[in-house]
Structure formats: C-alpha cells, structure tokens
C-alpha cells in the first residue's frame, strides 16, 4: 500500500499527460458513449452493441495503462 506523498506523486505524473479538462471530457464522453448504447442497444439486446463495447472498453484501460 503506498504513502499519501506516492499517491500524490502518481496523480501529478499523470497529471503531465493529461490536465484537468482531458480527464473531465474523457468522463463525460465515457458517459455519453454509455448513454448511447444503452439508448441504441438496450431495448433490442443486439449482439453487435453487446460485442462492441468490451473491446472499445480494454482499449479505454490499455491507454490507461500505458500511461503509467
């Protein structure tokens, strides 16, 4: 378990590659791409939609994870 100062030092790392406003419009286009499927693929359950988002999800935590 790290100390608060290594947490403190993770978040201003990341903070070097992506600022406040990144993060906030990365948010809300999570959300927003959420919102869309289930508004676009909730009601009839298609394959596609439920296929669809588990890839463009581990891209999402692949990108996350090159960061570190």
Do not use: C, H
Request: proline share 4%; charged share 15%.
């Amino acid at each position: 378990m790290p100390t608060v100062s290594g947490f403190r030092e993770l978040i201003e790392r990341r903070l070097k590659y992506a600022s406040a406003p990144v993060i906030f419009g990365s948010v809300l286009y999570m959300f927003g791409f959420l919102w869309a499927r289930l508004w676009l693929f909730g009601a009839t359950g298609s394959s596609f939609g439920n296929n669809m988002f588990p890839t463009i999800y581990e891209k999402m935590v692949q990108g996350l994870r090159l960061i570190d």
